[in-house]
């Protein structure tokens, strides 16, 4: 600070004025004997036990290396080396996997006994890392933290639009494996669900198998939602097992991606702890129950608090990393091998890949760790250990990727690391621990491993020792920052095919002291992100093809509607369960402050609320559906297990717009869909009043609860001929006989060989859907398949096939009608019902409806009549397909041919 010479100056400046009355006079010193110093002090943002002044020659050069240093390597793209082990040497393996490679010692407490562990690493270069750590010891947390913000070139990437850092991480992973985690390898279908630009998202994938994943040890969910967006739509399916309470999945959170395709389990202790040699066999059994195969990737992210052992991180989390990759080898489907018997010799032809496992590690340096990747190399078909930039570079974290599960590690390697969790459950450990799981000899002699895994280890090492001592001249230094962060995160993002796009904001909590200002922000943000409501959402897709209320019924199917009908193979029957409202309804999902479900009625005026079932669906979601009851035969009786959703047709799933397609397509559609969405609980908290609580007592989360979830099961669609041979079966219920028909359902394996048998639906009639417009018709070729041709004389349409809002609304529109010179057949029906609810005053129930001998009943159709008419209908084209091929033959007869007029 200047000194003022102006009296004026001096006098109106206050500090001036204090610095004064402490007998402060130009030129001289502060204190007693004016002692103090004379020049200003260097202003520095110092924290922590450093005071003011403190600085040294030495730190000073060392601290412009760092800034200068072109020795620092700031890649964004990365290549990861693989290590894969020859089929000989895995083969000689297989039969000497046994107990006796265990091998017990004293367990590692001390930093000198973890220095000795120098089998793998030099132990000068695991000293020189322990040295570089401990340096910390005697810095604050939050000054340690401030200069790893500003020290590390990748810290401003952080989390994006995810919930956090660990989606950066999968997403930088994903990329660098060349898309291995997500299995998306197609560049143009990839970019197409998640374009970088403003374009429209399209779901190419929505006839593709769903993909399978499973999140283990990673709660909050980062990994689970990057790959649910990554997938989009509704392509993927995960499973999530983590600890509860503060470390569980915070399924709130998911933006990227609905959580509705996430589904959690606990095993069977509810804990969680994956630790636990039942928990692990629960989860298996659970996943597998559920979709019947292995999944095609396992992410494990599992870790905790080490304050104050930092250097025995890997010691105290071996046993994390042994569970994990039993968890790896237990969910990863096993790769698949077709042999076939050529000249004599046995050729095995891959017909399924198996799948992949990324688990995140720390220090490698002790024989139990190494012992696990050895197994792990064993297991499957390649593996890499890489440390990728989005994890911190000064810490000790990185990942192993396992791609292409063996059929030895599925089986053999999984017992026998099973076996060694459960004697690690039942030891005293304090006393003695397992240190090896492979014999040194076993991977000393394998020179390929141990040049790989030297290489790795040093190379992250070296590097971890330079961010530590990095961050320590950035802690001196606060005032400085690492000048490359804003360019290397932009281009990351660019490299990892990520939008940089801001994360919605979370809902706002109401607060009485907020300001003017802040409310204005509040009603802002609301008016900029009001969710959309049911009937905005379906006027969006639907535009003006549907106006409610629609007045006219659905058209009844009789006798009459198959005499008339040109060509039965047009038609598709849909069973329709019993259900408590009128018939189908149009349901909507929106999002408001919960994802929430409302319906429209056929004649109603407005939406609303649809409680039937327990469950959310992902938003923009337009289904048409009717709630009914799941029973399971139990032999003896027909038992209810609770509400399920009945799905006849889909407009909207997930904001992917499949209504203009064909029904068929629709309905593959739907299965996908419901595969995807089905869960067998929704987790449910509970909170309780506490009077001790605010000044009225206020709610406080006590527990959570299982609510089993109301499955969605999707109607198949079948030919006339089809429905006339479906089996049902009558059984008393309730005091009058009533027809069930088999679905599969809950943990039921979906096989086309083998009809469904454990689940049923009661059937109150069917639903009668045209699939062509009614400008076209179905004919048959020369070789007698179908095709599809436009009817001559009628008023062309964009789609031959019918879409979701005709099959709707039921009838076609009145200029369409009025193309038709002799009138339309069935007065532009295109949609029928054919009732099963008994009529007790006609003597007309569903055992007369089911007889295979009555072939006709006064009080309505049954299934002998529209079997006989289809006969007819089947007979008579077949005699018009005769004739024309008859009519075609004599006209080719009457041409001269080639070779005539080559004579003349």
């Known amino acids: 600070m200047d000194y ?100 017990l010692g004293a367990p590692i407490t001390k930093d000198e006994q973890l220095m000795k562990q120098d089998r793998y690493c030099p132990s000068e270069q695991i000293a020189e890392l322990i040295e570089a750590k401990n340096v910390f010891d005697t810095m604050d947390r ?65 006839f593709s198998p769903p993909f399978y994943f499973a999140d283990v040890c990673a709660g909050p969910g980062g990994f689970s939602e990057y790959m649910l967006w990554r997938k989009a739509f509704y392509n993927a399916k995960g499973f999530g097992f983590t600890l509860t309470g503060k470390d569980d999945f915070k399924l ?116 139990f760790s190494m012992g696990l990747i050895y197994l792990m190399y064993l297991s499957f078909d390649r593996v890499s250990l890489h440390k990728p930039i989005t994890s911190r570079p000064a810490n000790s974290e990185r990942y192993i990727f396992c791609e292409n599960l063996n059929l030895f590690g599925s089986t053999k390697v ?31 002699e394998d020179d390929t491993f141990m040049a790989y895994i030297r290489q790795s280890i040093e190379q992250t090492a070296r590097r971890q020792v330079f961010y530590l001592r990095k961050y320590k001249h950035f802690a001196a230094n606060p005032g400085t920052f690492d000048q490359d962060q804003a360019k290397l995160r932009e281009e990351a993002l660019k490299y990892w095919e990520l939008p940089d796009i801001e994360r919605p904001k979370d809902p706002t909590y109401f607060n009485r002291k907020r300001t003017a200002a802040q409310m204005d922000e509040e009603r802002q943000i609301y008016q900029n992100q009001r969710p959309e409501t049911a009937n905005e959402m379906f006027r969006r897709y639907s535009g003006d093809k549907v106006y409610f209320p629609i007045k006219r019924q659905i058209a009844r199917f ?59 669906f992902p938003k923009g979601t337009v289904l048409l559906a009717m709630c009914t009851t799941l029973f399971e035969d139990t032999g003896k009786s027909m038992h209810p297990l609770g509400n399920c959703l009945w799905v006849l047709d889909a407009a909207v799933l997930n904001e992917d717009n499949v209504a203009n397609f064909d029904l068929k397509a629709r309905n593959a559609a739907a299965h996908k869909f419901a595969a995807a969405v089905n869960r067998l609980y929704v987790r449910r908290a509970i909170f309780e009043r506490n009077p001790n609580k605010g000044r009225r007592g206020g709610m406080e989360f006590s527990c959570y609860t299982n ?50 048998k454990k689940y049923f639906v009661e059937c109150q009639g069917v639903r009668i859907q045209n699939v062509l417009n009614p400008n076209f018709m179905l ?116 041409e001269p041919t080639d070779d005539c007029e080559t004579d003349e």
């Open 4 to 103: 003022p010479t102006d009296r004026k100056a001096r006098d109106d400046n206050k500090a001036m004025k204090i610095m004064e009355r402490m007998g402060f006079a130009h030129g001289e010193g502060l204190g007693k004997n004016k002692q103090g110093i004379t020049a200003p002090i260097e202003l520095r943002s110092r924290i922590g036990r450093r005071g003011l002044g403190i600085e040294t020659e030495q730190q000073h050069k060392e601290f412009e290396s760092f800034l200068n240093n072109e020795l620092e390597n700031k890649p964004v793209e990365e290549a990861p080396e693989w290590l894969k082990c020859d089929e000989e040497q895995r083969n000689c393996l297989i039969g000497q996997l046994s107990d006796s490679w265990i091998m």
């Open 142 to 206: 939050k000054e340690v933290e401030a200069a790893r913000s500003r020290a590390n070139p990748y810290e401003t990437v952080k989390a994006g639009f995810f919930q956090n850092r660990a989606a950066m991480k999968t997403a930088n992973l994903d990329k660098i494996f060349d898309w291995r985690l997500s299995w998306e390898f197609d560049d143009e279908r990839r970019l197409a669900k998640n374009p970088l630009n403003e374009n429209e998202r399209d779901n190419v994938d929505r």
């Open 252 to 367: 709130e959170r998911f933006k990227a991606a609905s959580s509705d395709y996430f589904e959690t389990f606990y095993g069977v202790n509810e804990d969680g702890d994956v630790t636990n040699p039942d928990n692990l066999e629960s989860l298996e059994k659970f996943v597998n129950d559920r979709i019947h195969t292995g999944v095609h990737l396992v992410m494990c992210d599992g870790g905790f608090s080490v304050d104050g052992q930092e250097n025995l991180q890997e010691v105290l989390s071996k046993r994390l990393y042994l569970c994990q990759f039993i968890v790896g080898l237990s969910l990863c489907r096993a790769e698949r091998r077709k042999v076939k018997e050529e000249n004599g010799e046995g050729n095995a032809k891959v017909t399924e890949k198996g799948g992949n496992f990324l688990c995140k590690l720390f220090d490698v340096f002790t024989p």
């Open 414 to 444: 999984k017992k026998y690391l099973m076996e060694v969790n459960k004697r690690m459950e039942s030891m005293d450990r304090k006393k003695e621990d397992i240190m090896e799981l492979v014999p040194d000899e076993v991977i000393s």
């Open 558 to 616: 009789t006798e009459d509607v198959l005499r008339r009908c040109s060509d039965t193979a047009e038609l598709r029957a849909l069973l329709m369960p019993k259900c408590d409202s009128d018939g189908p309804v149009l349901l909507v999902s929106v999002v408001g402050n919960r994802t929430m479900l409302m319906m429209h009625r056929r004649n109603g005026t407005n939406f609303e609320a649809f409680q039937s079932v327990k469950g959310t």
């Open 707 to 756: 609510d089993t979830f109301s499955e969605l099961i999707v109607a198949e669609p079948m030919r006339l001929k089809a429905l006339a041979e479906q089996k049902f079966m009558v059984r008393q219920y309730k005091g009058c006989r009533v027809a069930f028909f088999p679905v599969w359902a809950r943990n039921d394996c979906r096989d086309p060989q083998n009809p469904p």
């Open 779 to 894: 004919t048959r070729n020369e070789r007698n398949q179908e095709e599809v041709k436009p009817r001559p004389g009628v008023t062309p349409q964009q789609n031959r096939c019918t879409n979701f809002y005709d099959s709707f609304v039921g009838y076609f529109s009145e200029d369409i009608r009025a193309s038709y010179p002799d009138g339309h057949p069935h007065n532009g029906a295109i949609t029928f019902h054919w009732s099963w609810a008994p009529d007790f005053s006609s003597n007309f129930t569903v055992e007369h409806i089911l007889n295979p001998e009555l072939d006709h009943h006064p009080a309505g159709l049954t299934m002998s009549t529209v079997r006989r008419l289809i006969g007819i209908s089947e007979t008579a084209k077949k005699e018009e397909r005769t004739e024309e091929q008859l009519k075609r033959a004599q006209k080719l007869e009457a």
